[in-house]
């Protein structure tokens, strides 16, 4: 393949499906858009320089890339996200939607959930994949990917009703 036909097909990838990552990084980063398009532009550059090496379809790359890169974020931090505290105890959202209030809980609730946790419930729940992709995308058993699930969800439901209350 020549350069420019793969800078050509990167392109196309990057047109095609970099709203669909910005999802799956937004969420990955607890709903902060800043973080999630810094996220997102940090995988792409990565795989722009491995394109014509990437086996496969290059969408669930990007994918175990977005959650590796996620999880090291925090890990280099060595912290948890600091609260926002202009919003602590307040509602985010000034509305009678109830869509946006139940959105609002379920970020809030996913951004304290550790990373791997955060991001098996991501690619499971939002990005609709399998148990078996999930694993293969961050790179552990589905096993892991089975337990993390169902704490995951326990904590959620706990978490959601400390943010609705």
């Not at 990084?25 to 858009?33: E, S, T, V, Y």
Request: hydrophobic fraction near 45%; charge should be neutral.
């Amino acid at each position: 393949m020549a350069v420019h036909a793969a800078e050509e097909d990167f392109e196309e990838f990057v047109v095609l499906r970099s709203q669909s990552l910005l999802r799956t990084a937004f969420l990955l980063c607890g709903g902060d858009r800043g973080a999630a398009e810094d996220l997102l532009q940090e995988v792409l550059e990565r795989m722009f320089v491995r394109w014509r090496r990437i086996k496969g379809p290059p969408e669930p790359y990007a994918r175990a890339a977005l959650a590796n890169a996620s999880a090291n974020r925090w890990r280099r931090r060595s912290r948890k996200p600091e609260a926002d505290w202009e919003l602590a105890g307040t509602p985010s959202v000034c509305g009678h939607e109830e869509q946006v209030v139940d959105q609002d809980a379920v970020l809030r609730a996913l951004a304290e959930l550790p990373p791997k946790m955060r991001a098996v419930l991501v690619l499971r729940y939002f990005d609709d994949l399998t148990e078996l992709q999930t694993a293969a995308a961050l790179g552990c058993g589905v096993g892991t990917v089975k337990s993390q699930t169902s704490r995951g969800l326990a904590r959620m439901r706990e978490l959601v009703v400390e943010v609705t209350r």
